[in-house]
């Protein structure tokens, strides 16, 4: 069946610091994914998507590319801030329009 | 409503007893889901509604988890005779049919059930 694979938390940098998250999908057909973040406290939200091969999403500094020939969804950051720290969930829908999340991967952000 | 509404936002419960959540999703929404977030664990798909069509009930992970939803709006999941390792938060989320936002979830706050 259709999966997402995402890395292993925690993930704590420095401010300033690169961010990488990786994901990995498996599916059928060609699924949209996503990045949804959840802030302490707060509710899941959409942070990107990508709706199609070699689509890059972006938000906030924040960026992925749909890659199908590694069926892969990165998400990355030039430089992060305290203010990024969360727990960040990789996702995809798939033909059935059922929604799949990862284990999601928590991020500290240290100043 | 602006959002997508769940209820209660805390449960506290004794073990063997009955509980129902309920999603009130943003008016409009044809696709309502629900999922499962243990502590320390990612989400679990449980239940997915669309529409008039029959529900994807896939991730329901006994017989003591069952779900409704009425009018294609307001939903309830219940689980029955519930056990401690039941204790999770409960996640609703819906999304429209069409439009830009088609496959973009929208969340509620959840119901955090506690099993004692």
């Known amino acids: ?111 | 409503g602006a959002g997508v509404s769940q209820s209660p936002s805390n449960k506290v419960t004794e073990k063997g007893k009955d509980v129902e959540l309920r999603c009130d999703p943003i008016s409009g929404h044809t696709a309502l889901y629900w999922y499962r977030q243990s502590l320390g664990q990612g989400l679990e798909f449980l239940i997915y509604f669309q529409g008039n069509s029959a529900p994807d009930k896939s991730g329901l992970p006994s017989d003591r988890f069952s779900a409704e939803r009425t009018g294609g709006s307001v939903s309830t999941l219940t689980i029955q005779r519930t056990q401690q390792e039941d204790s999770a938060v409960y996640l609703c989320a819906s999304r429209p049919s069409g439009g830009s936002g088609a496959n973009v979830l929208t969340f509620g706050a959840g119901s955090r059930l506690t099993v004692l």
């Open chain 1, 1 to 111: 069946g259709n999966s997402v694979t995402q890395m292993e938390g925690p993930v704590t940098l420095s401010e300033e610091a690169f961010l990488t998250i990786n994901c990995t999908y498996t599916a059928t057909g060609y699924p949209s994914l996503f990045w949804y973040v959840q802030y302490p406290g707060e509710g899941l939200q959409l942070l990107l998507k990508a709706t199609k091969a070699d689509d890059k999403g972006s938000n906030k500094g924040f960026e992925a590319t749909y890659r199908k020939e590694t069926t892969s969804f990165h998400l990355e950051k030039g430089s992060v801030q305290v203010s990024d720290s969360a727990v960040y969930f990789c996702a995809l829908i798939d033909g059935g329009f059922k929604t799949i999340f990862g284990a999601g991967t928590r991020l500290f952000v240290k100043a």
